[in-house]
């Protein structure tokens, strides 16, 4: 079953060079890790030769996955999101009402997902919690350690 995401331009930009990278620099540099290893003589023994053949099996694999995030990918136009609530793509400014300390992210797709840079997966526990929501809503999380309360201070695109 296809799940769709929902991506900048920029986002499935970068989706689509990773991509790119992987199907015309790694796959070609593997290849000739494996013949360069298999050149080397007896394969029952060649660490090398296995090791480069895994590294193959991986690469194919992430090659594989990103091919179906891309193709199930939708890029949205942001100028006709509804800004009065979350939804992906919307930048928000909550407050943890038991500490009172005050947090601003980006909800994005999962492969866009970097919380160094602020930027929440929609399908986190807290991501899921805030879509919807409106500026002064109150959302009671559900984490791992228990239920969080945040209180929606600001939404923007």
């Known amino acids: 079953m296809s799940k769709i995401s929902y991506y900048t331009e920029e ?10 990278f992987l199907e015309h620099v790694e796959r070609p540099r593997v290849s000739n890790d494996i013949a360069e290893a298999r050149d080397k003589g007896d394969l029952s023994e060649n660490a090398e030769y296995h090791a480069a053949k895994e590294e193959q099996s991986l690469l194919e694999l992430k090659i594989a996955k990103l091919k179906e995030v891309v193709s199930n990918a939708r890029v949205i136009d942001e100028s006709l999101l509804d800004t009065s609530k979350i939804l992906i793509h919307s930048i928000v400014k909550i407050k943890n009402t038991a500490n009172n ?6 909800l994005v ?3 866009e997902t970097n919380i160094k840079e602020g930027k929440l997966s929609v399908n986190s526990p807290i991501g899921k919690g805030l879509l919807g929501k409106k500026v002064g809503d109150v959302a009671e999380i559900q984490v791992p ?4 309360t ?3 201070l600001e939404i923007s695109r």
């Open 11 to 20: 986002g499935l930009k970068k989706l689509k060079e990773e991509l790119d």
């Open 101 to 106: 300390m005050e947090f601003k992210y980006t």
């Open 109 to 111: 797709a999962d492969s």
């Open 145 to 148: 350690n228990g239920v969080m």
């Open 150 to 152: 945040f209180e929606v």
